[in-house]
Structures are given as C-alpha cells and as structure tokens.
C-alpha cells in the first residue's frame, strides 16, 4: 500500500535524509517533494539543487514526486532588489523553466501562488497574472499545480475554480496546499490537508483530499511544522477507526488521478 505526504520540503542543512529515514521507518513510501527557494529569483539553481536532492532521496528508496516552485513571497524579495515589473518576469520564467522541467519527465507538478501576507496592490496585482501564467503553463503542460495562497475559505475554493474553468485546466490538475477541511462538492479543486490531529474527525466527511506536512526542515525552527512521521501517523489513525477505503483514495486512487502517475510501492 503506498503512504504519500503530499507536501515536503528537505534541506541538505537540515535533517535532511534523516527526516527522509523517519518517513519510511513509519511506513511512509512516496514523497511530493517541493523545491525550496534556496537562491531567490536564480531558478536554474534552485531547481537543479532540486533534482540532486531528488535523487539522493530516491536512493534510500522512497519515491519521489518532485515539484518545481516558485514560491509566492519571492516578489518581495525581487521586488526590493529589481522592481516590481523584473520581479514578475523573472518568476514567470521561472515557471516557464518548472513546467519545461516537468514535460521532460524530471517532475510531477509545478508549484505558484500569491501572497499569504498583506503586499501592496502592484504586488497583489502582479501576483495575481504570476498565479495566472502559472496556471496556463499547468494546462499546456498538462500536469498538476499546487498553489500556496491565502488561508482558504468556500470563496478561495469558488474563485480557483472559476480560474481553473477560465484557464481550461482539467479536473484534480490544481491542489491547494495547507487547504482546511473544506467539503469539495462544488468545485474540482484537490484539498492538500495537514496531517494534524484535530483534522481527523474533518477528514472522515471528504471523500477525497490529499494529506501533507508542509514539513520544511529548516534548522533554524526545528519542530517549527508537522515532522515527517505526521502522514503515517495520521493515516494509522485513519485506519483504526475503519476507513480504509477512505485510505486507499488519498494514497493511491487520488493522487494517481491528481499527478498521472502509477502510485506503486514496490
Ligand atoms: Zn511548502
């Protein structure tokens, strides 16, 4: 039975391949693993960096989904250095350079967004046609897009979903990541749920969602998010109390839908 976390970051600096061994001794097979904005605005390297961690993970053996992202609070930081107008090109490159990466079978998804914090209107503005190109490239790539947004409420959900008719994209192919527990049966948007205790009893109402840590392994806030044994624990949890059904849609039927993969674990 494959055990996905749908959202992890890892940090050659950090636990690193330690939090990947935890993963596993817990029962943790597949990893969506998402690209960190260690060199803002430099994307080649960012997602080079990427791809060797990639495969130092694979080689424990866990399989890996890499994502490629362009993290939505990079537009501050350009901003402050090259203006708003350089700062929006060069993260939509950057995009352009994720879904490249993805058509050529190195990953699975690409990841954009905007802003979780208060910018001011020509960020929030340019954020929004990054989001937007973000979402295009995911269409003519044919892949999925996580999106880090705002908390997200029944609003968030209707607006992704306009977008995601708007853009043509198909259904399943945009996940919100750090999503609440919030129904989907109005719209086709994939809910990437953190794997915290208290959304258990939430969970067990949804017939579909995806299960992240959002762990980011930063050595500065250790214990800063969920660790990496969060996904097996929860789904053990799960699985306790009867819902394997519900299990086998969230590791294997879903995410094999979300990403076009085979959700194999041998
Ligand atoms: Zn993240």
């Known amino acids: 039975m494959p055990l996905l976390d ?7 600096k950090g636990k690193f391949l330690e939090a990947v061994k935890e993963f596993m001794s817990a029962g943790g097979t597949h990893i969506a693993l998402v690209s960190k904005p260690a060199a803002v605005g430099d994307y080649e390297k960012q997602f080079s960096e990427h791809l060797k961690i990639v495969k130092s993970v694979e080689e424990l053996g866990v399989k890996v989904l890499p994502v490629f992202a362009v993290h939505p609070a990079e537009i501050s930081i350009l901003t402050k250095e090259y203006g708003v107008e350089r700062a929006e090109e060069m993260m939509k490159k950057g995009l352009e350079l994720a879904g490249k990466l993805v058509e050529e079978g190195k990953g699975v998804a ?45 609003e968030t959900f209707k607006e992704l979903e306009e977008m995601r008719k708007r853009v043509g994209l198909k ?6 990541h750090f999503s609440p527990p919030i129904s989907n049966s109005k719209d086709f948007i994939a809910r990437s749920i953190l794997a915290s205790k208290r959304n258990i009893e939430k969970v067990i109402q949804l017939q579909r969602f995806l299960i992240e840590t959002d762990y980011i392994d930063d050595p500065k806030r250790p214990g800063a998010v969920l660790g990496p044994k969060s996904v097996p624990r929860f789904t053990q949890e799960l699985l306790k109390r009867g ?24």
Request: proline share 4%.
């Open 6 to 12: 749908n959202h992890m970051h890892l940090d050659p």
């Open 110 to 154: 690409i990841k954009s967004g905007r802003p979780h914090y208060e910018v001011s209107q020509r960020i929030w503005e340019a954020s929004l046609r990054i989001m937007e190109h973000a979402l295009k490239i995911a269409k003519d790539v044919g892949c999925a897009i996580q999106l880090h947004t705002e908390s997200a409420t029944e």
């Open 171 to 176: 259904e399943w192919k945009i996940i919100k």
């Open 243 to 266: 819902y394997e059904d519900l299990v086998y849609v969230i590791h294997k039927e879903f995410p094999e839908n979300v990403y076009g993969v085979d959700m194999k674990d041998d």
